[in-house]
């Protein structure tokens, strides 16, 4: 589901052209700016502070008799969907506000953190980062938000944290793995990342890379799904997370489609063929590994949601 604001830019504007959103207790405002850019106005009686642009975001403060306007407005187009949840975030967070000058410096905070989403030019994922990072929001999305809620989920994806497990939570833990469909191997970066005294699951996902034109799954959109359904403050974790893994806000991302064909869950448990660090020579450092996945069959399980 597209989030409001995005559904009132899709309407369409004049160059210059605002409608009031939000509370009526403040001045908000979406549309274009003079140069036909999608933006963000706020517009009050507050003492401003300097904020600077972004090769993505263009940031003018200007006064007009007795107010003045703060104006944030997107300069990469192909970015509007991040841009109408950002500008939805702002509403959001100064709803419950009555006073021009504290809703003013949330505005403030909150475009300074989603400021650093907005990095197209920042260095990119691999396909394979695509992939794995794809498979972790997938499980984060429709198992632990369903199974735990979503704080105690996103406090439990450990993974960006640089902890070795994707997920941990009380003593249960949880190995993501997305591989391409028919491959018969799943790569183990660590031994860490399967070893412990307490069971886990290795859950592997498989996707189908598809041409752009199809309607699947793409890094963009699942972030974005995500974003929209969480609240500010966890909008503010999972942005850190995102960031900890190395993903800001690209186009180039839409050009990786995929199909979700299903995922596999198994249980680590002694029965379950891994490496252990307890069993390795001290003076062998890092180790990775492949399994064979049709070896696995007596491990597979179920989820309990």
Request: with cysteine; charged share 30%; glycine share 6%.
């Amino acid at each position: 589901m597209k989030s409001k604001v995005y559904q009132y830019f899709k309407q369409g504007f004049e160059a210059n052209t605002f409608i009031r959103v939000g509370t009526d207790r403040l001045r908000l405002y979406v549309g274009k700016d003079a140069n036909s850019r999608y933006s963000f106005e706020f517009r009050g009686t507050f003492i401003p502070t300097r904020i600077n642009s972004s090769a993505v975001i263009d940031v003018k403060q200007t006064k007009i008799e007795d107010l003045i306007i703060l104006r944030i407005s997107l300069l990469k187009q192909e970015l509007i969907e991040y841009f109408s949840l950002f500008c939805e975030d702002l509403v959001d967070a100064v709803k419950d506000f009555n006073e021009d000058k504290v809703a003013y410096l949330e505005i403030r905070a909150r475009y300074l953190a989603w400021k650093k989403l907005f990095k197209p030019d920042s260095n990119k994922l691999s396909e394979a980062e695509i992939m794995g990072l794809i498979g972790e929001l997938l499980f984060l999305k429709n198992y632990m938000f369903i199974k735990w809620g979503s704080d105690a989920a996103l406090k439990a994806w450990t993974g960006p944290d640089g902890l070795h497990k994707d997920f941990s939570i009380d003593e249960l833990w949880y190995e993501i793995k997305a591989i391409n469909v028919g491959k018969e191997t799943v790569k183990i970066s660590s031994i860490e990342q399967l070893d412990s005294d307490t069971d886990g699951f290795l859950i592997i996902y498989n996707l189908e890379r598809m041409g752009k034109p199809y309607d699947g799954i793409n890094l963009n959109k699942l972030v974005r799904e995500i974003l929209n359904d969480l609240s500010i403050e966890q909008k503010d974790l999972f942005t850190q997370k995102l960031l900890n893994v190395g993903y800001t806000a690209s186009n180039d991302y839409e050009n990786f489609v995929y199909q979700d064909k299903g995922y596999k869950p198994y249980i680590v448990n002694a029965d379950f063929p891994r490496l252990r660090r307890d069993v390795i020579p001290n003076s062998i450092g890092k180790v990775q590994y492949e399994l064979i996945i049709s070896q696995l069959s007596n491990c597979q399980t179920t989820l309990v949601y």
